[in-house]
């Protein structure tokens, strides 16, 4: 850890803009789900959540012109792994897997999710992606509490992919969230229990692990955006905002199809 590395703490009231943030972006998952089958194109998929959050939630879509990202979400295909950019002729088909990312903005503050969903019907081999994938994602959630270290959820994730023949992606993780889009402190994907910062009430961070088919390595393709696995094996993605509570974790995007 940092010695100067600067960690928000939230209090009730910030954590409830959070929450309300969050929910948002969890209603922009669901919304959108109907929608994500073979012959649609990323870029109407993006349209309709563009209009959600402004039209009807009343939000700002935090990506649009992010770091110069045009687009409402990041919609990232098979062995896409991350940052995808919706396009018109980016055309889902039968057996498909996709990664849907948004965040929205309300009243200033961020709430940033991410949904992995199967178009039509998929192979095995990728429904099991998807599914070791958001254990990993659970894993990590169950061990989020005050007293707990960042290394505990790292492990959690990779000990689960691992054991599952997958490997974690390393070059990109989670991070705190708040009013601010991105920042401290990063939330890594791998690691050893016991190690890193430690888990304080009030913290508020995304964990989204990466999980790959076959090797953890990855390549930036010319846009400067779309991550793709560096063998082009499949990968999956999960997402959650969360706040750390006095015994344990809210999930601030939490699905209605979730238990957690």
């Not at 088909?93 to 709430?111: A, Q, R, S």
């Not at 199967?118 to 959630?141: F, S």
């Not at 999980?211 to 993605?237: F, H, M, P």
Request: aromatic fraction near 6%.
């Amino acid at each position: 850890m940092k010695k100067n590395m600067k960690i928000s703490i939230k209090n009730q009231s910030e954590i409830q803009k959070m929450r309300i943030a969050g929910k948002l972006a969890s209603e922009v998952l669901e919304m959108i789900e109907p929608y994500v089958i073979p012959g649609v194109s990323t870029e109407e998929l993006d349209r309709r959540c563009y209009e959600h959050i402004v039209n009807v939630q009343k939000a700002i879509p935090a990506n649009v012109g992010y770091r110069g990202f045009q687009k409402t979400i990041c919609s990232s295909i098979n062995q896409v792994i991350c940052h995808g950019i919706p396009d018109t002729n980016r055309i889902l088909k039968e057996g498909d897997i996709l990664n849907i990312d948004v965040t929205v903005i309300k009243d200033g503050w961020h709430g940033d999710t991410s949904k992995m969903y199967m178009v039509g019907k998929c192979q095995p081999h990728n429904q099991r992606l998807v599914k070791v994938t958001q254990e990993c994602l659970y894993k990590a959630i169950e061990v989020v509490g005050p007293g707990a270290y960042l290394g505990d959820i790292g492990h959690a994730i990779q000990q689960h992919a691992e054991s599952n023949y997958y490997s974690v992606v390393e070059d990109y993780c989670g991070h705190g969230i708040g009013n601010v889009y991105h920042e401290e402190p990063q939330i890594l994907h791998y690691g050893k229990p016991g190690r890193g910062l430690e888990i304080l009430e009030g913290m508020c961070f995304t964990i989204e692990p990466m999980i790959n088919q076959g090797s953890k390595y990855c390549k930036t393709l010319q846009d400067g955006w779309t991550v793709e696995t560096k063998d082009g094996r499949n990968s999956a993605q999960w997402e959650h905002t969360l706040a750390v509570t006095s015994n344990g974790v809210e999930v601030l995007t939490k699905r209605h199809e979730e238990s957690i």
